[in-house]
Every structure is written in structure tokens, then in C-alpha cells.
């Protein structure tokens, strides 16, 4: 009786963990894109993402990593840690992307690449931020 009484309370409790959410990760929360920005699409073709590929490998590799997961090599001393851009990337239009690139993200290690950059670069990085799985 002690012995289905205990596997009784460890699948109730199996089942309420489970219940809980203990596997999935929530989605990442992102700010509103200003009306400056907002509704912007990328003006070039599928094309720019190779050339994208040079732009994120020289300026952003570092810290979101080669394949944008945000594991880069600088980034692992940054507080709060790079974004994973696989993740953001899904769940955001150009217009977040080009405008988090451009003005970079105020409390975070994120720089502003506006002045930098030029917006076709930072269109073209955005192009192959896309293309990251």
C-alpha cells in the first residue's frame, strides 16, 4: 500500500511539473519599433544577404557569434549577454532589425552602427541575419 501511495505522489508530482513549462523557453521581449522606423522593408534583394555575410562577420561574429546564436567570443563577457538572433529574427519584421542595428539598444552592450555602417550594410546584415537558422 506504502509503495502505490509513493508512486501515486511521484506521478502527480511528475505531472504537475510538467504542467508547468519546465521545457519551453519563452519568447524573447522586444521594444516597440519607433515610427521612424517602423514598417521599413529591406530595399534589397535576396542577393545582399552574401554580401551581408562579410558585414556580420566583421562587426557582429564577435559577440552574436558566427551563426548569430549569441555565443561569440566577446560576447561572453558582456552582462546582459548578446542576443540570440536565430530567436529575435523570428519574431521580428526588418524594421526592428535595421532600427536595433542602426541605434543599437540603450543598457545593453548593443552599439549603434549607424554612422559606422552605411544603411545598405546594415540592410545587407540584416538580409543575412534572415537567412540564420
Known sequence: MMKKMFFGVLVLSAIILAACGGGASEPAVV???P???AGAT??????AAAAGADVFATNCAACHGEKGYGDGPAGAALDPAPKNLV???AQVGD?????????GKEGTSMVAWKGVLTEEQIW???AF?????
Do not use: C, M, S
Not at 95 to 103: A, E, H, I, K, Q
Not at 129 to 133: E, G, S, V
Open 31 to 33: 521594444d516597440a519599433v
Open 35 to 37: 515610427a521612424d522606423y
Open 42 to 47: 529591406n530595399p534589397l534583394g535576396a542577393d
Open 87 to 89: 530567436e529575435v529574427a
Open 95 to 103: 524594421d526592428y532589425l535595421f532600427w536595433r542595428v542602426n541605434t
Open 124 to 126: 545587407q546584415a540584416v
Open 129 to 133: 541575419i534572415r537567412t540564420l537558422k
